[in-house]
């Protein structure tokens, strides 16, 4: 298939799994610009896409390519040409190479360990300290301490990072054991090939010869129940051996949905650490540890300024300076405040200051095809009751609007309908991680427009 059929094929596919208004927020100016050996480039309009695609699609995508191609290993995005030309056109230049210039190491074979990842390189705050010293003590006595070692936490806070550290640490102290890095994706589909080409058996044994056997991401098991079995069979075996297990998730193991019992009650049995948001001091600390890896440096109110803006996503930081140390290289200057804030205006969430309760109606009525009428009316229909409901749950989170004042501002209800709403859609999102997505969805509407 051409880059263009394919990738055609692909957008077929996705349309019928999500909501029009994703569709066009998240797909619009995406297209395959090459494929070879088995790795497809995706190019997106701008840092922002390319970050949901890989983050929340790139699963999905990457099994409908697979189902087309079994060749396909690998999906990676970037950002385009005609993305960076808007960019230069709308700020000041940025150069040709793109922003995201990563000394992409070697990722070896065996070990599936990039040597990128270390513990010399990870940042320890109040937020992640007790993750990074479990990790730190199983890296330096493999099966001994805690195991298995579960490692939870949100997106973009080092998760992988820190199980990649303790493979690498590991290797590093004990160069005979075997280790092993698997994203739960790839032990999925190791363990489905082997069913289909009647290898299991084989596949079991090698996986009983692991030292140190890493699980990233193990939310990707729920509903997998053969990979599952498989991954229960193993654990078992090496624990009893007592091997290390290492997993992640971006949940504890009791909120894992789909995942058997018997699994759970393992994950529970060793030693659970999260990892938070990082404060600001962390925040500033990473961006500064980060510059010097890159051996360069900004005024330190530039750093503060993208410190105090984003605060729940440590890749996001990265991405915000690896366009200032693009800027950088092309003007031969450091960027100062105000050129800062231009070239970041993308990437920083708008202050919430500027967010009416408008606004958020608006971006909630869009994002669910409905009027803003429809929303602020007293119509007891499904399909509007669940939008009016988050609408007002936005409200108050946002604005910290009254219960009174929302109750008013649609259409004249009573303070207990707001308070109602809210509680109810507070609740459900503790138990809904979809409905979580599409709030995220609504705010990166509410916040960019
Ligand atoms: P997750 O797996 O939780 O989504 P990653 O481990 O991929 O997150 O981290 C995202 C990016 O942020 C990576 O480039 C990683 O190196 C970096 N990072 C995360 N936490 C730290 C930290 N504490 N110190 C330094 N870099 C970090
Ligand atoms: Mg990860």
Redesign the pocket.
């Known amino acids: 298939m051409t880059n263009e059929e394919l990738w055609q094929a692909v957008l077929a596919q996705i349309q019928l799994k999500i909501s029009p208004a994703n569709f066009a927020t998240w797909f619009k100016n995406t297209e395959i610009v090459s494929q070879k050996d088995g790795r497809v480039i995706v190019s997106t309009p701008n840092s922002f896409v390319k970050e949901w695609l890989e983050n929340k699609y790139g699963k999905s995508i990457f099994k409908i390519l697979y189902s087309l191609d079994e060749g396909i290993k690998e999906v990676k995005y970037e950002v385009g040409k005609s993305g960076l030309k808007i960019l230069k056109r709308q700020f000041i230049s940025l150069p040709e190479s793109g922003q995201l210039e990563f000394q992409e190491l070697e990722i070896d074979r065996q070990t599936n360990l990039n040597p990128r990842?270390t513990f010399e390189?990870?940042?320890?705050g109040p937020f992640?300290e007790l993750a990074q010293a479990a990790a730190f003590a199983a890296a330096k006595n493999p099966g001994q301490l805690y195991n298995p070692l579960f490692i939870y936490?949100g997106?973009?806070?080092?998760?992988?990072?820190l199980l990649q550290a303790i493979g690498n640490e590991v290797l590093k102290i004990f160069p005979q054991k075997k280790i092993k890095y698997f994203p739960s994706e790839k032990f999925t589909s190791e363990v489905v090939r082997a069913i289909r080409n009647r290898e299991i058996e084989n596949f079991k044994m090698k996986c009983q010869k692991i030292d140190v056997l890493i699980l990233d991401d193990v939310q990707f098991l729920a509903g997998k129940e053969k990979t599952q079995e498989e991954f229960f069979h193993t654990f078992n075996a090496l624990y009893e051996k007592n091997k290390q297990i290492v997993i992640s998730s971006d949940r504890p193991p009791k909120a894992i949905p789909a995942l058997t019992e018997r699994l759970r009650s393992r994950f529970e049995g060793g030693m659970i650490a999260d990892i938070g948001y990082p404060d600001y001091e962390t925040r500033l600390a990473?961006l500064k540890?980060k510059s010097q890896e890159r051996k360069t440096d900004f005024p330190e109110e530039v750093l503060g300024y993208i410190a105090s803006n984003i605060q729940r996503n440590?890749?996001e930081l990265?991405g915000a300076l690896n366009r200032l140390i693009a800027y950088r290289k092309l003007n031969n200057q450091p960027p100062d405040l105000e050129t800062a804030k231009t070239l970041l205006k993308n990437l920083i969430i708008a202050p919430s200051k500027i967010v009416s309760a408008k606004k958020i109606i608006q971006a909630v009525a869009e994002f669910y095809d409905l009027k803003e009428k429809e929303i602020l009316s007293s119509s007891r229909k499904k399909e509007i009751v669940k939008p009016r409901q988050i609408a007002m749950y936005l409200l108050r989170k946002e604005l910290n609007s009254s219960f009174p004042f929302i109750g008013r501002r649609f259409g004249g209800k009573d303070h207990t309908t707001a308070i109602h709403a809210y509680e109810k859609i507070g609740k459900e999102l503790e138990k809904n991680e979809q409905l979580e997505e599409e709030l995220n969805l609504i705010r990166e509407r509410i916040f960019s427009g």
Do not use: P
């Open positions: 990842y390189n990870f940042i320890v992640n936490g997106v973009g806070l080092g998760k992988t990072h990473i540890a440590i890749r990265e």
